[in-house]
């Protein structure tokens, strides 16, 4: 028996949007919901007792950084990431490629697999995709994603479908690998920019689970990549209705607030960025006012709360001039403290989501939403 499944609890009536429950063996994900992103088995600032206050549900970490420090082999032998990181909630890792494919200057590619230079001393890494579900089994997180080939933007067509047949090769191949009943194995949707590119890849993917044992999710790769989030939006929804009804769809490297909900009214069910925190590092703030840059002179002498909506603690306990004075003086509570209102921000924006769309009302709660400041985005 699997020891995950997606439950499809409610849809809204009037969007695509849906509310599911994810069964994982570290625990339930009510869905939509964001996921902070955890790149070396920690979220800049926070102990994962704050992070469980704030009410995230998963927490992200990267394989590539982790398999160059402090190691797979060694996070496995202190009991995987779980017991490592002392987060007892589901972990999803990455497979690092898109931060391999990033590193591009270092990066040899062909359909084996991938060669790079590690970012810590230089040493030439090989990784083919039975590689990479290995060192994703061995740091031991509940969902773990395809090793793929990420295109860039902007891209022409040609190398945009070389990434999908590519990607789609390597998927099957990390389905064979990967046997480890305790991890979930999502498939990653390429294509870039192209809608039929984009079709012609979950088609593939589809025609592979339907070989194999199949994968228990779909990743949605390659947007967020540096194209305008308007161009996204013109292929999303038709990519997301067409992943099966049965599996959670999850839509990798988004996190603004009015893209996270544009994203959920069609059909898409988890997302993470680094967006909140890194922000929050920079002195900036979600807020009901739209987007708040605390290094504003207009804070100097301003003794409200941070945004008075909403209930963290940093808004329940800390002025604005205060927050400004710590950010101006490059203090690292002033990042922790914006940390914490920016992830318990969009929790709590997936949290209502959820609720409006189990009310049948998400429509309106998404029309409201971009009738108000706080749709002003990043």
């Not at 990434?163 to 498939?187: D, G, H, M």
């Not at 044992?213 to 990519?239: K, Q």
């Not at 603004?256 to 994203?263: F, G, M, R």
Request: proline residues 5%; aromatic residues 8%; contains cysteine.
């Amino acid at each position: 028996m699997s020891h995950f499944n997606f439950e499809l609890q409610s849809t809204d009536p009037s969007t695509s949007a849906r509310a599911g429950i994810f069964h994982t063996p570290h625990g339930l994900v009510q869905t939509p919901t964001f996921m902070p992103v955890g790149t070396r088995a920690t979220i800049k600032g926070m102990q994962p007792e704050q992070l469980m206050s704030l009410g995230a549900q998963v927490v992200l970490a990267n394989t590539y950084h982790l398999s160059l420090r402090p190691g797979s082999e060694l996070v496995a032998e202190a009991g995987g990431l779980h017991r490592f990181m002392n987060w007892q909630r589901p972990i999803l890792t990455d497979s690092g490629g898109f931060q391999i494919f990033s590193l591009a200057d270092t990066l040899k590619l062909d359909d084996d697999g991938l060669s790079f230079a590690s970012i810590i001393d230089g040493s030439r890494r090989r990784w083919t995709p039975e590689d990479n579900m290995r060192i994703q089994n061995q740091l031991g997180a509940d969902i773990i994603m395809q090793l793929d080939q990420c295109a860039p933007y902007p891209c022409s067509k040609e190398e945009a479908a070389t990434a999908v047949k590519r990607s789609a090769s390597w998927a099957r191949r990390c389905r064979i690998a990967q046997t480890n009943p305790q991890q979930a194995l999502f498939a990653i949707v390429q294509g870039g920019t192209f809608l039929d590119l984009r079709l012609e890849s979950v088609s593939l993917l589809e025609q592979i689970g339907a070989e194999t044992t199949g994968f228990e999710g779909y990743g949605i790769g390659g947007y967020s990549v540096g194209e305008p989030h308007d161009l996204m939006f013109e292929s999303l929804g038709e990519v997301a209705q067409a992943l099966p009804i049965t599996k959670p769809r999850y839509l990798m490297g988004v996190g603004n607030p009015t893209s996270l909900l544009k994203a959920i009214a069609v059909g898409v069910d988890l997302m993470d960025c680094v967006l909140p925190t890194r922000t929050a590092r920079m002195g900036t703030a979600f807020s009901s006012e739209g987007r708040l840059n605390l290094r504003n002179a207009r804070f100097t002498r301003d003794f409200e709360p941070l945004d008075p909506q909403c209930e963290c603690t940093t808004c329940k306990n800390y002025s604005r001039a205060y927050l400004r004075h710590l950010v101006q003086s490059k203090e690292m509570l002033g990042g922790i403290l914006l940390t914490v209102h920016n992830l318990r921000y969009l929790l709590d924006l997936t949290e209502k989501a959820r609720q409006a769309i189990i009310a049948g009302r998400y429509g309106e709660f998404l029309r409201s939403w971009l009738d108000s400041p706080a749709a002003d985005d990043f």
